[in-house]
Antibody
Framework: QVQLQESGPGLVKASETLSLTCTVS????????WNWMRQPPGKGLEWIGY???????KYNPSLKSRVIMSVDTSKNQFSLKLSSVTAADAAMYYC????????????WGQGTLVTVSS | EIVLTQSPGTLSLSPGERATLSCRAS???????LAWYQHKPGQAPRLLIY???TRATGIPGRFSGSGSGTDFSLTIGRLEPEDFAVYHC?????????FGQGTKLEIK
């Protein structure tokens, strides 16, 4: 059974960098796209971007200037860094797997809550 | 970017009833790459439907998706107690991927 688990600090200071890691178990990371989403309280889901297992990335233009994603297939992990955070970045952050066959996001993590302090 | 509008925001029904959720796109969804997810509090979202109408692995037959272009719907044939949750639609045919704001399906 494929499982994804987000981890990282639950509290980040404004203007600093949010760093999260998603650990994948139950399958190899190869041939998949690894996505990050977030959901601010009371709002809908927002796609942040994805990283292919080979390292190619695609980011949401709204966040592109502040986002860096990386992948370490030897550790079965991929990561998100979001710089210069503000209160607007407070949200539940989710990681998810996408196959290369256009079949949606088939496995998700349970999410991790990030709060931004002033 | 493609804006997805889900309706209704909240749907109140009883177990055994039929539920129909709508997802409308601001422009045509490329190749009908439209997915539906079920999300319960504290749990990982669960993929129900991809490609607008294909059930994901292990999804019961009471869940069905339909539509094309800009208008899509998710139908739950006969509601079971475990179906009450928030449902999100997502288009993944055009970057940036986008989601609707969600429909909460609650017990009446």
């Amino acid at each position: 059974q494929v499982q994804l688990q987000e981890s990282g600090p639950g509290l980040v200071k404004a203007s600093e960098t949010l760093s999260l890691t998603c650990t994948v178990s139950g399958d190899s990371m190869t041939t998949y796209y690894w996505n990050w989403m977030r959901q601010p309280p009371g709002k809908g889901l927002e796609w942040i971007g994805y990283i292919y297992y080979s390292g190619n990335t695609k980011y949401n233009p709204s966040l592109k200037s502040r986002v860096i994603m990386s992948v370490d297939t030897s550790k079965n992990q991929f990561s998100l860094k979001l710089s210069s955070v503000t209160a607007a970045d407070a949200a539940m952050y989710y990681c998810a797997r996408e196959s290369g066959e256009s079949k949606g996001l088939d496995y998700w993590g349970q999410g991790t809550l990030v709060t931004v302090s002033s | 970017e493609i804006v997805l509008t889900q309706s209704p925001g909240t749907l109140s029904l009883s177990p055994g009833e039929r539920a129909t959720l709508s997802c409308r796109a601001s422009q045509s969804v490329n190749t009908n790459y439209l997915a539906w997810y079920q999300h319960k509090p504290g749990q990982a979202p669960r993929l129900l439907i991809y490609g607008a109408s294909t059930r994901a692995t292990g999804i019961p037959g009471r869940f069905s998706g339909s539509g094309s272009g800009t208008d899509f719907s998710l139908t739950i044939g006969r509601l079971e107690p475990e179906d009450f949750a928030v449902y999100h639609c997502q288009q993944y045919g055009t970057s940036p991927y986008t989601f609707g704001q969600g429909t909460k399906l609650e017990i009446k």
